[in-house]
């Protein structure tokens, strides 16, 4: 199984990125998928997760309203699209494979991630 995540960038506060982390080497729509992201010297939190549908979406609260989750499972790929950028977005995203079909919120909860792309939003 590999996951690859791509978009990341430098952009002004109050801009927007998508970020894309496309999968391989397993039945994409079986699973539910998900966003962290880890800013240095903090733990790896929870941003977004999508079910394996796409139906069911859960964010953190900090996120809410800006961010969006999305999926397409004819190209198995995950999405993140980030608006409204404030500088305290800036971390490293990470996606990765929930353990199953539903959405886990805590890192525990996924068996394979991509490798990270780096968001930088300027003040």
């Known amino acids: 199984v590999q996951l690859q995540a791509s978009g990341g960038g430098l952009v002004q506060a109050g801009g927007s990125l998508r970020l894309s982390c496309t999968t391989s080497?397993?039945?994409?729509?079986?699973?539910?998928m998900g966003w962290f992201r880890q800013a240095p010297g903090k733990e790896r939190d929870f941003v977004a997760g999508?079910?394996?549908?796409?139906?069911?979406?859960y964010y953190a609260d900090s996120v809410k309203g800006r961010i969006t989750i999305s999926r397409d499972n004819s190209k198995n790929t995950v999405y993140l699209q980030m608006d409204s950028l404030k500088p305290e977005d800036t971390a490293a995203y990470y996606c990765?494979?929930?353990?199953?079909?539903?959405?886990?919120?805590?890192?525990?909860?996924?068996?394979?991630w991509g490798q990270g792309t780096l968001v930088t939003v300027s003040s």
């Open positions: 990765a494979r929930a353990r199953g079909i539903l959405v886990r919120t805590m890192p525990d909860g996924y068996d394979y």
């Open positions: 080497g397993h039945t994409f729509s079986n699973y539910a």
């Open positions: 999508i079910s394996w549908s796409g139906r069911d979406t």
